[in-house]
Structures are given as C-alpha cells and as structure tokens.
C-alpha cells in the first residue's frame, strides 16, 4: 500500500569520519534520533545531503542504512536526481527495491531542457518505477524553473503525485493547488511555516536536521490543529536556526551546528568548506542559545 506523504520531512546531511569518508554508524544514529525527535519523514541523498559529492556505491549504502534504521516508522524519500534520465531510473528503481517509499528527483541541471524534454523525463522515470515521484523544483541550483502551468502538465502523468517547490514565491503554492487540484501534493522547500498556510501539506526543511521535534510540531499546529497563530509564535521563535541554514550555508552551517550540539557530522566535501572561524563560533552561541542537543 502507497503511503501518504504529509508533514516536516529532514533532507538529511551526510556525516563523514575524519578521513572524509561516509561515516554509516553515525548516519545510523543520526537518523535513529530524528525519527525519535517526531519527524514525520526522512529524504536522504539530496543537496544538503551532498548527492553529488558521494560515488554510486556510497548512495547504495546510505539508503540502505538509512531505510534499515527507520524500518517503517516514517516514509523515507530517496533523492535520485542526476542529468541522464537513465540513470535516474536506475537509482529511482534501485532506490524502490531497497525499500524507499518513494523517490525525490530534481530535474536534469546542466543541460537546461525544455518543457516538452522535462516532461518526458519525469514519464519516463515514473513508467520504470511503481512508488510515488517527488519532483523538485529548485530553479537556483538546477537552472530551470517548473512553474505552475508545467507541475499541472506534470501533474498529469501517474506517479508524479508530489512537489518540493524551493522559491521565495510562496504563491506558487496557491497556484499549484489551484491548477492542479489532488493531482499535486505540494511541500514548501524554503518555506515552510508559510507554505503550510497556503495549503502545503508538508515541507521538505533543512532546519529540522537540528531542529526536528519544534518543525515537525509546526506543521501539526497549522494542518492538523488550525492553530495559526501558535504556529506563527513558534516559526518567529526557530527562524534564527532556520535563517542560519540558509542560502550557501545549508551544508556547512548545518554541520557545524550538529557538530556543536554534539553530533561529529564532518566537515563537508569539497569544493565546499567548513564554516570560518567567526561564523562556527556564532553557530555554536546559536546552539546555546536554544539549548540544542543531539542525544544518541
């Protein structure tokens, strides 16, 4: 039975040990705490989770283990973005015979396809696949823009049954819902508090890699309880936590905040670098500040 996608889901990071290689204990632990916490979903292998930094056999490993230690408790999304739209439908059916509830795949990023050529990639993947397809939108890392009009194309195709829209307009939430009906489940990608109070039902966050148990509340309180003004309280109280992962920081900052509350997730791989001195010390007064700690 196809299980329903709804609520805070982390796009998880990778930890890495010292010498810089996947660290699959810690991932374990990791991923173990976060569902602990009261995420409702997980999504390992997208941008924070550094897909395009880690070889074919690595993302093998981490969506085992990050499948085998979730063992049902939430629906875990696989990214399986990459430019060739054959192998996205080899990672997308590697990914569903290891047990992944469904895939998040973000279109092709370098060869900047049209519409009509967006269209037949998403088909095709979703005719080799029998789990749910997320479809990613992120115009400023994969130089193109699904707007509105194409996700209702899109929409059209059986499979594709979801969205991570990743813009500032928090509008396109309306019109997505607007145009596409219960077609298209739409998740906020950069916002979330206020996508959710345009009708998202879920959002694919960064922030709830440190902050599960407060962001997966904030979907409770606006979709399940009405509560928008409890809601709003809450998002104000997180936004510096949700603000200090931002922009270029989602990977580093990231961390560098995990690490200081006590979980050694690595430095990142590069060409990222770890954070500067003075903004690693402003990550760490952030973690006290909160009181912000990771228990194994």
Not at 7 to 20: L, W
Not at 29 to 38: K, L, M, N, P, S
Not at 74 to 103: M, N
Not at 129 to 157: C, F, K, Q, S, W
């Amino acid at each position: 039975m196809t299980k329903t996608f709804r609520g805070t889901y982390t796009v998880m990071i990778t930890p890495y040990d010292e010498a810089g290689n996947v660290d699959l204990d810690a991932l374990a632990a990791f991923t173990d705490w976060q569902v602990r916490e009261g995420i409702h979903g997980l999504i390992p292998l997208g941008s924070t989770g550094e897909f395009l930094s880690l070889s074919p056999d690595e993302r093998t490993a981490i969506t085992e283990t990050v499948i085998r230690t979730v063992a049902g408790r939430v629906p875990v999304l696989v990214g399986t973005g990459a430019e060739d739209t054959r192998e996205v439908v080899r990672l997308s059916r590697e990914a569903e015979a290891l047990g992944a509830d469904g895939v998040m795949i973000i279109p092709p990023f370098y060869s900047t396809p049209t519409d009509d050529e967006l269209y037949r990639h998403y088909k095709t993947v979703a005719e080799a696949i029998g789990i749910p397809i997320m479809v990613y939108n992120n115009p400023a890392t994969a130089n193109v823009d699904l707007r509105p009009e194409l996700v209702a194309r899109l929409a059209a195709i059986d499979g594709c049954d979801y969205i991570k829209e990743s813009t500032l307009e928090v509008t396109r939430v309306r019109d997505i819902i607007r145009l596409c009906g219960e077609r298209m489940t739409v998740f906020g990608g950069i916002l979330g508090f206020e996508s959710f109070v345009e009708g998202a039902e879920g959002w694919v966050a960064v922030a709830s890699n440190v902050a599960p148990e407060p962001l997966a509340r904030l979907f409770s309180l606006v979709a399940d309880e009405g509560n928008i003004p409890e809601a709003r309280a809450l998002y104000l109280q997180w936004l510096p936590v949700i603000e200090a992962v931002g922009g270029q920081r989602y990977v580093a900052g990231t961390k560098s905040l995990l690490t200081h509350m006590g979980f050694d997730a690595g430095a990142p791989r590069p060409p990222r670098l770890p954070l500067p001195a003075t903004v690693d010390a402003e990550m760490r007064r952030l973690v006290e500040a909160f009181g912000l700690q990771f228990a194994a």
